[in-house]
Structure formats: structure tokens, C-alpha cells
């Protein structure tokens, strides 16, 4: 790894940290250098302003989920167990940063960089979940990938609001959603 890509990453890694723990609008620049053990004026050389380095630690975060998500669903063989895996990964990322919503909640939507950030995110896990259930046979693959996502998402306010959420309510909101998603409403009525 060549020092200037080491460095960048060290930036990239405390700001996921600090911003994580205080959101956004609460951190300082200067408390990012201090985690990352550099300079204020590094950081600069490498992030112009604070949002671009909020959106740049963005940017890796969601290209490693998908890598991640990827690897972690190929070791299924059956699309119920592959959607099962992809609801609890997508559910557990809120759950893992439970104390750290304000991460989730104070998306900085003003800046340009961070809005095509979540975008091409969003673009890209809805593709991946499209083309695995393309690959299933479904008819309307984009358009189912936008409702499984949307069912997973409806469970965000509860993971962070709900004190009384734990890891089994999650498994049960991955079980109920993949059901609902494979079997509509009326295929809950049996369960």
C-alpha cells in the first residue's frame, strides 16, 4: 500500500467513528485528525471539505457491503435462505449501529457528492438483489428488489426508537418479510 493510500484510509477509518458517534453536523474536523493520529491540513490534502469526506466515507462503506453481502449470500443455494441473508444483513447493519443512528439519520442531504453517493448505493444493492432474483426466475426482478427493500427499511424506526427491539425481534422481522415477500398476505395466513 503506498503512505498516501495508507493515510487516506486512517482518514476514512477515525471519520467513520467520529461522525458515527456524532453525526455530521457535531463533528469537527479537528477531532477526526486527532482519532486518525494526523494534521487538521492533512485531512485537507486529501478531502477538500468535511462533506466530501463525509460522502468519500460513505462511498467505502457501501462498496464494501456489497462485496460483503455478495460473498456472505453465495454460500446459500436456495432463494428463500439467499433472501433470509440478505434481510438479516440489511436489517442487522441498523442494529449493529443502534447507538449511532444519528449516522443513519443526519445524511447530509445538502451536498451534491452525498446525494449521488446514496444514490449509486442504492442503485447498486437494488441491482445486486435485482439480478440475483432475475436469476431466480422472477418476473419484474427491479421492481421486486425495490419492494423487498422497501419492506426491510419500514424495520429502521423500530431498531432505533424501539428499546425493547433485540436480536429476535430482528430474526423475526427477517423471517416475516422474506415470508411476506415470497408469499404475499395471503401466504401469511398460514403461517
Given at each position: 500500500?503506498?503512505?498516501?493510500?495508507?493515510?487516506?484510509?486512517?482518514?476514512?477509518?477515525?471519520?467513520r467513528?467520529?461522525?458515527?458517534?456524532?453525526?455530521f453536523?457535531d463533528?469537527?474536523?479537528?477531532?477526526?485528525?486527532?482519532?486518525?493520529?494526523v494534521?487538521?491540513?492533512?485531512?485537507?490534502?486529501?478531502?477538500?471539505?468535511?462533506?466530501?469526506?463525509?460522502?468519500a466515507?460513505?462511498?467505502?462503506q457501501?462498496?464494501?457491503?456489497?462485496?460483503?453481502?455478495?460473498?456472505?449470500?453465495?454460500?446459500?443455494?436456495?432463494l428463500?435462505?439467499?433472501?433470509?441473508?440478505?434481510?438479516?444483513?440489511?436489517?442487522?447493519?441498523f442494529?449493529?449501529?443502534?447507538?449511532?443512528?444519528?449516522?443513519?439519520?443526519?445524511?447530509?442531504?445538502?451536498?451534491?457528492?452525498?446525494?449521488?453517493?446514496?444514490?449509486?448505493?442504492f442503485?447498486?444493492?437494488?441491482?445486486?438483489?435485482?439480478?440475483?432474483?432475475?436469476?431466480e426466475?422472477?418476473?419484474?426482478?427491479k421492481?421486486?428488489?425495490?419492494?423487498?427493500s422497501?419492506?426491510?427499511d419500514?424495520?429502521?424506526?423500530?431498531?432505533?426508537?424501539?428499546?425493547?427491539?433485540?436480536?429476535?425481534?430482528?430474526?423475526?422481522?427477517?423471517?416475516?418479510?422474506?415470508?411476506?415477500?415470497?408469499?404475499?398476505?395471503?401466504?401469511?395466513?398460514?403461517?
Amino acid at each position: 500500500m503506498v503512505r498516501g493510500e495508507g493515510q487516506r484510509e486512517k482518514i476514512l477509518n477515525a471519520a467513520r467513528e467520529v461522525f458515527g458517534s456524532k453525526g455530521f453536523f457535531d463533528t469537527k474536523m479537528i477531532e477526526i485528525a486527532e482519532r486518525a493520529n494526523v494534521s487538521k491540513g492533512t485531512i485537507y490534502l486529501y478531502f477538500e471539505s468535511k462533506e466530501k469526506l463525509y460522502s468519500a466515507m460513505h462511498a467505502k462503506q457501501f462498496e464494501m457491503y456489497i462485496v460483503i453481502l455478495s460473498e456472505k449470500v453465495d454460500r446459500f443455494s436456495t432463494l428463500k435462505d439467499k433472501l433470509i441473508c440478505i434481510a438479516e444483513e440489511h436489517l442487522n447493519i441498523f442494529y449493529k449501529n443502534r447507538e449511532r443512528s444519528s449516522m443513519f439519520l443526519q445524511a447530509y442531504n445538502n451536498d451534491p457528492a452525498m446525494i449521488e453517493t446514496l444514490h449509486t448505493f442504492f442503485r447498486n444493492y437494488n441491482q445486486y438483489v435485482s439480478d440475483l432474483l432475475e436469476q431466480e426466475g422472477i418476473e419484474g426482478p427491479k421492481e421486486h428488489a425495490k419492494c423487498f427493500s422497501g419492506i426491510l427499511d419500514s424495520y429502521q424506526r423500530d431498531i432505533f426508537f424501539n428499546p425493547d427491539f433485540d436480536y429476535s425481534s430482528l430474526l423475526k422481522a427477517v423471517l416475516f418479510s422474506v415470508n411476506l415477500f415470497l408469499n404475499g398476505c395471503s401466504g401469511q395466513r398460514n403461517q
